[in-house]
Structures are given as structure tokens and as C-alpha cells.
């Protein structure tokens, strides 16, 4: 939903296909890390902060392996660095908006096959109105774990056997206190408890056990069974909902780009849902993918744009695999690894020691690639929400990233009289924006619209990394 309305902004027809009647309300995700919630504001789906809040930093506690203590900070100027919001409300949210800019959505509609065309991809589709064929110059695969499109299309996996069992369900226990809410680790396994709505209980079991069968319906009474287990006394429970299995199976795709095919989200990587990194992990992906798929689409794009979504987010979802499956040997209770949860926890009461894996697990250390032949020290940071004062009056970088187009920001009379020329035959595609000095800025800046920063001035030639994003007008569309 969030490719699609993106996608639309840009002016690109889209075509839905979602096999749910409705968004499902089954318990999912509802952590959103820092630089996705950064990202989203950026793009106008999140409000961005007040000016009023100033320098500064705001902290959220957050946990590694189940160990609390992590900090996840982020600047004042942006907005919070936690966002705890369901992926139901989510999907409405972008679903709206999608609809909204003129997306058709067809629910309950199944795809069925993906046959590649000279020009494009044809998708072959049952739903309630029978058999349907949509012809498009693209296809994304944004259909889940167990989705079709990486399959039709070919597309291998690395992938990570499963070496845990876990259970998930959300049930009445007959005895609130019997099981308070929070992260419960006994020699047995892990019981993860949080409230739900009217005294229900969202429970999650872990055990450091072969999984079962994952196709096996989950009884309410095998679940009682290992929570009972784990914690080790008798956690009566009733009215089950939503009861599943999951494991720490992980998979990810070998490329993002198949042709005119393209994954996001869980169809490209799939890991354990250990420190809420699945969802925020795939919003980038939409974000990084629609803007260069609309340019694409276009004829905008400069050379290799499209290749280099796999190439920025690919290794990103590499980094998250890594640091879940090293979490998850961490939550091993058995006693040979107390002397190693011993020393992250020691990381984690020292700030400095946490640092690095607060910003690795809200992806604030991202840098991209850079795709300049001599680039700056800041291409592919991400630049921060920064106040700026313009020719008509304040303004900030999340708000001049609202229209969705790269921003070149020149700080200043000298940046204004050096590349304001070099980048005027760009004019169509690109926003200038002058404005004065920044000490903790370089003089001129371009600016992608996922918020990283593409060339800097001192860095190598503006016109050759405008070049490397945006076709020049006069040369025509892609071939």
C-alpha cells in the first residue's frame, strides 16, 4: 500500500492486487524504529515536530535480546525515535492515502501467475468478479513471506534454518496476575506478555527446540501447555484468538530486481520478529523503491537508478538478519550463556557501550553506497532535520521534502553563484532551494527524496551526480 501511494504521488497508475476482503486486525507489528519514522514524516505520513521542541535529544527505552536497558535517541528536531503503532493502522493509513491519489485496490483478488511481455509483466489474478489479466510495465512483489511473486519470477534465497519453536495467540487468562505483562525468561525458554484490549493478553512462547510442523493448526491448549512449561507453574487461559506458529527461519532474496519483477518488504527478507525491525525494514524498502520506480516509469531516471534499490537495501536487510539471529542466540537460556548476557548488559548500562546497537537496530547508522565517482563525506548519509531560513521565510528539511522531488539546497551567496547555473537545465526535476548558512552544513547539498544525501560540494561534479538520479531533459526518455 505504501509503493502504490507513493507511486501515485509521482503520477504513475497503479493497480492493487490484495487477496484480504479487508486489513487484517490479527496482532503483527507495532514498533516503528527511528529512521522509518524519520523517513515517513519526510514523505508527509507522519507529522513532523514541533518547532518548539529545540536542540536537544529525545530517548525511548527499547530492549536487546530481551535485555532492557537500550536507549533509542534521536534528534529533538525530528520526530520521536519510537513510533508504537499497529501494522492495521498502518495499512489504513496508506491505503487511504493510495486511494486517495487514485490507486484502484481490488480486494480478495489472488495472483495467480506473472508472465513477462516485451514491454512489461502481465498478472493473471482470480477474485469475486472471476479471472483477471492486468497488463503493467512493472510488477512489485510486496506479497509476504509466502507470497508467489519471488517464485513466478525466479528469484533464489539464502536462506537460515529454523532452531526455535514458538508460539503466538492472544487469550483471556483466568487469573490476570498470573502472568504479568512484559519479557519473562525461566531455564525453559521465553514468555513474551503484553496487554491487549478489554484484559486480553498477547502472548509469544519461545523454546530453543525444533520447530513443529509449521502447517499444524496451534490449539489453545498447546499453548497453555508451553507457557505453563516455561514459566513453570500452571497458566490457565481461555478464548483463544489469532493462535500461530513461528520460527526463526530466515530468507533473503538473492536480488530485489528480476526483469520488470521487483520484491519489498517480507517477500524479499524474512527473519524472527526479535526487536521490531521486520516493519520498519520493509517501509524503507517502499520508500527507497516507489521514487525510483516513478522515475523509471517516466523516463526521469538517471542510469542504474532502479539497480540501485537492491544495491542500498539489499545489504540493509542483510545487516538485520545478522543482528536478529544474534539476538536470538543471546535469548538462549542455558546457564553457558549468562556470562555473555552478563556483558551486554553491562554495554547496555554504559551509553557509549549501547550507542552502536541503538543506532543499529533503529538503522540510524545506515549510509548508503555512494554512486559519485569522488564523492563527499556526506553522500549517502541521511541528513537531519535541520532549521533553515529561506528568501520566504523559516523552513526545515522535512518540510521541503514534502513534494517528493531531489532538493538541491544552496547555503548561502558562493553556492548560490557556483551550481545555481550548473543545475538550471535540471529545473524540471529538481527543487533549488536557497537559503542562508549553515555552520554544520557544507554550502550546497543535493538532497534524495527518501532523505539521504546524494552529492555534496565537497565532493566531486554537480552535473555528474544529477546525472547519476535524473535523466537530463533533452535526452529523452529510456529506451
Given at each position: 500500500?505504501?509503493v502504490?501511494?507513493?507511486?501515485?504521488?509521482y503520477?504513475?497508475a497503479?493497480?492493487?492486487l490484495?487477496r484480504?476482503?479487508?486489513?487484517s486486525q490479527?496482532p503483527?507489528?507495532t514498533?516503528?524504529?527511528?529512521?522509518?519514522?524519520q523517513t515517513?514524516?519526510?514523505?508527509?505520513?507522519?507529522?513532523?515536530?514541533?518547532?518548539?521542541?529545540?536542540a536537544?535529544?529525545?530517548?525511548?527505552?527499547?530492549?536487546f535480546?530481551?535485555?532492557?536497558?537500550l536507549?533509542?535517541?534521536?534528534?529533538?528536531?525530528?520526530?520521536?525515535p519510537?513510533?508504537?503503532?499497529?501494522?492495521?493502522d498502518l495499512?489504513?493509513?496508506?491505503e487511504?492515502?493510495?486511494?486517495?491519489?487514485g490507486?484502484?485496490?481490488?480486494?480478495?483478488y489472488?495472483?495467480?501467475?506473472?508472465r513477462?511481455r516485451?514491454?512489461?509483466?502481465a498478472?493473471?489474478?482470480h477474485?469475486p468478479?472471476?479471472?483477471?489479466?492486468?497488463e503493467?510495465?512493472?510488477?512489485v512483489?510486496?506479497?509476504?513471506?509466502?507470497g508467489a511473486?519471488?517464485?513466478?519470477?525466479?528469484?533464489?534465497s539464502d536462506?537460515?534454518?529454523?532452531?526455535?519453536s514458538?508460539?503466538?495467540g492472544?487469550v483471556?487468562?483466568?487469573?490476570?496476575?498470573?502472568?504479568q505483562?512484559?519479557w519473562h525468561?525461566?531455564?525453559?525458554g521465553?514468555?513474551?506478555a503484553k496487554?491487549?484490549?478489554?484484559?486480553?493478553?498477547?502472548?509469544?512462547?519461545?523454546r530453543f527446540?525444533?520447530?513443529?510442523?509449521?502447517?499444524?493448526?496451534l490449539?489453545l491448549?498447546?499453548?497453555?501447555?508451553?507457557t505453563?512449561?516455561?514459566?513453570?507453574?500452571d497458566?490457565?487461559?481461555?478464548?483463544?484468538?489469532w493462535?500461530?506458529?513461528?520460527?526463526?527461519?530466515?530468507?533473503?532474496?538473492r536480488?530485489?530486481?528480476?526483469?520488470?519483477v521487483?520484491l519489498a518488504?517480507?517477500?524479499?527478507?524474512l527473519?524472527?520478529p526479535?526487536?521490531g525491525q521486520?516493519?520498519?525494514?520493509g517501509?524503507l524498502?517502499?520508500v527507497?523503491?516507489a521514487?525510483?520506480?516513478?522515475?523509471t516509469?517516466r523516463?526521469?531516471?538517471?542510469?542504474?537508478?532502479?539497480?540501485?534499490?537492491?544495491?542500498?537495501?539489499?545489504?540493509a536487510?542483510?545487516?538485520?538478519?545478522?543482528?536478529?539471529?544474534?539476538q536470538?542466540?543471546?535469548?538462549d537460556p542455558?546457564?553457558?550463556f549468562d556470562?555473555l548476557?552478563?556483558?551486554?548488559?553491562?554495554?547496555l548500562?554504559?551509553?557509549?557501550?549501547?550507542?552502536?546497537l541503538?543506532a543499529?537496530?533503529?538503522?540510524?547508522?545506515?549510509?548508503l553506497?555512494?554512486?559519485t565517482?569522488h564523492p563527499?563525506?556526506?553522500?549517502?548519509?541521511?541528513?537531519?532535520?535541520?532549521?533553515l531560513?529561506?528568501?520566504?521565510?523559516?523552513?526545515?528539511v522535512?518540510g521541503?521534502?514534502q513534494?517528493?522531488?531531489?532538493l538541491?539546497l544552496?547555503?548561502?551567496d558562493?553556492?548560490?553563484?557556483?551550481y545555481?547555473?550548473?543545475?538550471?537545465?535540471w529545473?524540471?526535476?529538481?527543487r533549488?532551494?536557497?537559503?542562508?548558512?549553515?555552520a554544520a552544513?557544507?554550502?550546497?547539498?543535493?538532497?534524495?527524496?527518501?532523505g539521504?544525501?546524494?552529492?555534496?560540494c565537497?565532493?566531486?561534479?554537480?552535473?555528474?551526480?544529477?546525472?547519476?538520479?535524473?535523466r537530463?531533459p533533452?535526452?529523452?526518455?529510456?529506451?
Open positions: 500500500m505504501l502504490a501511494a507513493e507511486l501515485a504521488a503520477g504513475v497503479v493497480v492493487v490484495e484480504e476482503a479487508a486489513t490479527r503483527k507489528a514498533t516503528v524504529h527511528a529512521r522509518t519514522v515517513l514524516a519526510r514523505r508527509g505520513y507522519l507529522p513532523a515536530p514541533s518547532p518548539s521542541r529545540g536537544g535529544t529525545v530517548r525511548s527505552a527499547f530492549h535480546a530481551g535485555l532492557p536497558g536507549d533509542i535517541t534521536a534528534p529533538a528536531s525530528e520526530p520521536p519510537l513510533l508504537k503503532r499497529s501494522q492495521a495499512e489504513g493509513l496508506f487511504r492515502r493510495a486511494r486517495a491519489r490507486v484502484r485496490v481490488l480486494r480478495e489472488r495472483m495467480t501467475e506473472v513477462p516485451p514491454e512489461g509483466v498478472v493473471l489474478a477474485g468478479q472471476g479471472a483477471v489479466v492486468c503493467a510495465r512493472y510488477v512483489g510486496a506479497d509476504g513471506a509466502r511473486v519471488r517464485e513466478q519470477a525466479g528469484i533464489a536462506t537460515h534454518p529454523a532452531t526455535v514458538a508460539l503466538m492472544l483471556r487468562l483466568e487469573n490476570p496476575q498470573a502472568l505483562a512484559g525468561r525461566t531455564a525453559r521465553w514468555v513474551v496487554a491487549g484490549a478489554d484484559g486480553e493478553r498477547h502472548l509469544r512462547t519461545l527446540e525444533p520447530p513443529a510442523d509449521r502447517g499444524r493448526p490449539e491448549e498447546e499453548l497453555r501447555a508451553q505453563s512449561h516455561i514459566m513453570g507453574r497458566i490457565a487461559m481461555d478464548t483463544p484468538r493462535l500461530s506458529r513461528f520460527s526463526d527461519y530466515a530468507r533473503l532474496a536480488t530485489y530486481r528480476s526483469g520488470r521487483l518488504g517480507d517477500a524479499a527478507h527473519h524472527f526479535i526487536g521486520g516493519l520498519s525494514t517501509l524498502d517502499a527507497n523503491l521514487w525510483k520506480l516513478a522515475a516509469v523516463g526521469s531516471a538517471g542510469a542504474g537508478l532502479l539497480d540501485s534499490y537492491g544495491a542500498e537495501r539489499r545489504p536487510a542483510e545487516r538485520v538478519i545478522a543482528n536478529v539471529r544474534a536470538v542466540a543471546l535469548m542455558q546457564e553457558r556470562p548476557r552478563d556483558l551486554i548488559g553491562h554495554l548500562a554504559d551509553e557509549r557501550g549501547a550507542a552502536p541503538a543499529m537496530i533503529s538503522a540510524q547508522d545506515t549510509v553506497p555512494a554512486r565517482a563527499s563525506p556526506w553522500e549517502g548519509r541521511f541528513l537531519p532535520n535541520t532549521a531560513t529561506t528568501p520566504s521565510g523559516p523552513a526545515d522535512i521541503l521534502l513534494q517528493g522531488r531531489l538541491l544552496l547555503l548561502g558562493q553556492a548560490r553563484a557556483q545555481e547555473k550548473a543545475a538550471r537545465r529545473a524540471p526535476l529538481l533549488v532551494v536557497r537559503a542562508e548558512p549553515v552544513l557544507p554550502g550546497a547539498l543535493l538532497v534524495r527524496p527518501d539521504h544525501v546524494a552529492w555534496a565537497d565532493g566531486g561534479d554537480l552535473e555528474e551526480a544529477l546525472a547519476r538520479y535524473v537530463a533533452e535526452a529523452g526518455p529510456e529506451g
